[in-house]
């Protein structure tokens, strides 16, 4: 078999229920449905932090968040003086030493490419072309800003600025295939980071008449700007599969689709984006709202078409799921991921779940949220609310809202599943809060 390509498409804030296959009767997705029909719609695949830089290096290096020491998005500030507690410091950059999957895969004889958001560190040492990537086209300057942006071209020295010309998720989409055309002869792996549908909401305006139309149809709470977003995002990924197609590389190409962290539920920024009910909470938040993510697998002619999955995994599960699919069989040290590649191409395969899964959040979010930590084992899922020491566990099969807090009723589980988290955080040297010296109990 021909080594196969890669494409990997990263939404940023893209909720677990805001695409039409995942059930969402607003926004149109077309594009992206049909590549969740042609493959594996996840319904419980998780990022491994509930905001963005964490999660994406632990996509790069197949490590826990924690373990690297990057549990917060870079640049975040938030505290609370009203707080027992203060949040730990944290790394600013995913650091050089790490090997990340496109150092491994130049290894095997492909082409790299990077385009579209980053947010893994500003130092040229750290940006994507000193980072593994052949091909870089990153993000710079006002990169919420989707009519007056720039690109970095493979440096700092060249860049391409935008003054209300090129919408940048097309500008990316523009990128994508041209790194695919330039490469359709060697093997190569594309990482496509769209900013999208992440806050500002700017839309095209060409897409927003028949979004305005049906939020008047339609009860519930929807945003016709977030949806316009969303569509031209699936526009990108529409011409990216039809740019394979047309160079002949579509079923040689494993294509991934997913989202750095749960979508944005309450108005920061503008009018509240989304809704991701009937899971709790949104991104900055430990409960699933926060971290479970649309993920689509697909790949023409080898993996069965049509297919649901509710095998659980994670985001560090990609390194170690390329590695395998490429051939490569030495992991770097400390990976925490596992391969979930016989889960894809198995259409039958019915894995009894049993392995944990972690998050380590010690921080306040923008979005409100507090510190915390928790485990899924199984069915279960514990969550520590680090301020507090409080300790609640809920059965996600039978309570997908975390609602029903079990930890009084179930004291054994609860313990038990603590301990898992307990030790997890001492075998990774996860850094935890702090006591906040200026903290008075009872004082508001």
């Known amino acids: 078999m021909n080594k196969p390509n890669i494409v990997f498409i990263l939404a940023d804030d893209l909720g677990w229920k805001d695409l039409a296959c995942y059930g969402n009767p607003f926004n149109e997705t077309p594009n992206i449905d049909k590549l969740a029909k042609n493959g594996i719609r996840n319904t419980q695949a998780y990022a491994a932090c509930p905001v963005c830089s964490p999660t994406r290096a632990s996509i790069m290096t197949g490590k826990y968040p924690a373990r690297l020491q990057l549990p917060n998005f870079i640049g975040g500030t938030c505290t609370d003086p009203q707080s027992p507690v203060l949040p730990t410091s944290f790394k600013p950059c995913l650091e050089a030493r790490e090997t990340t999957i496109p150092e491994l895969l130049k290894q095997k004889g492909y082409t790299t490419g990077m385009v579209g958001k980053w947010h ?33 071209i493979d440096s700092y020295q060249k860049e391409f600025t935008d003054h209300g010309t090129d919408y940048m998720t097309d500008k990316l989409t523009e990128y994508g295939v041209d790194f695919i055309k330039q490469n359709r002869e060697k093997p190569f792996s594309l990482y496509l980071s769209y900013s999208a549908p992440h806050v500002m909401l700017v839309p095209r ?15 519930g709470k929807y945003n016709p700007n977030y949806a316009a977003m969303l569509e031209s995002m699936d526009d990108g990924v529409g011409k990216i599969i039809q740019t394979l197609k047309d160079q002949g590389l579509l079923e040689n190409t494993l294509i991934i689709f997913t989202s750095d962290n749960g979508g944005l539920g309450l108005d920061e920024l503008g009018p509240i984006p989304t809704s991701n009910a009937p899971l709790r909470k949104w991104k900055g938040h430990i409960y699933e709202g926060g971290t479970r993510v649309p993920a689509i697998v697909s790949w023409t002619g080898k993996i069965a078409p049509g297919k649901v999955s509710d095998t659980y995994f994670c985001s560090i599960d990609y390194l170690p799921t390329l590695c395998e699919l490429t051939g490569i069989t030495q992991l770097p040290p400390n990976v925490d991921g596992q391969s979930v590649l016989p889960n894809i191409l198995n259409s039958e395969n019915k894995t009894v779940q049993t392995r944990p899964l ?87």
């Open 120 to 152: 893994l560190g500003d130092q040229d040492s750290v940006a994507p072309w000193n980072q593994g990537f052949d091909y870089s086209r990153m993000i710079g300057k006002n990169g919420l800003d989707y009519y007056n942006y720039s690109i970095f």
């Open 358 to 444: 972690y998050w380590h959040y010690p921080h306040f979010s923008n979005q409100l949220g507090r510190p915390a930590g928790s485990v899924r084992v199984g069915d279960y899922k514990l969550v520590e609310l680090y301020e507090t020491g409080k300790l609640e566990l809920y059965n996600l099969k039978e309570d997908i809202s975390e609602s029903i807090d079990l930890s009084e009723k179930m004291k054994g589980k609860t313990q038990e599943m603590h301990r898992l988290l307990v030790d997890w955080r001492q075998q990774v040297n996860a850094q935890m809060p702090i006591p906040n010296p200026d903290y008075i109990p009872g004082k508001k």
């Open 205 to 219: 305006a060409d897409k927003l008449s028949k979004y305005f139309i049906k939020y008047q149809n339609l009860s």
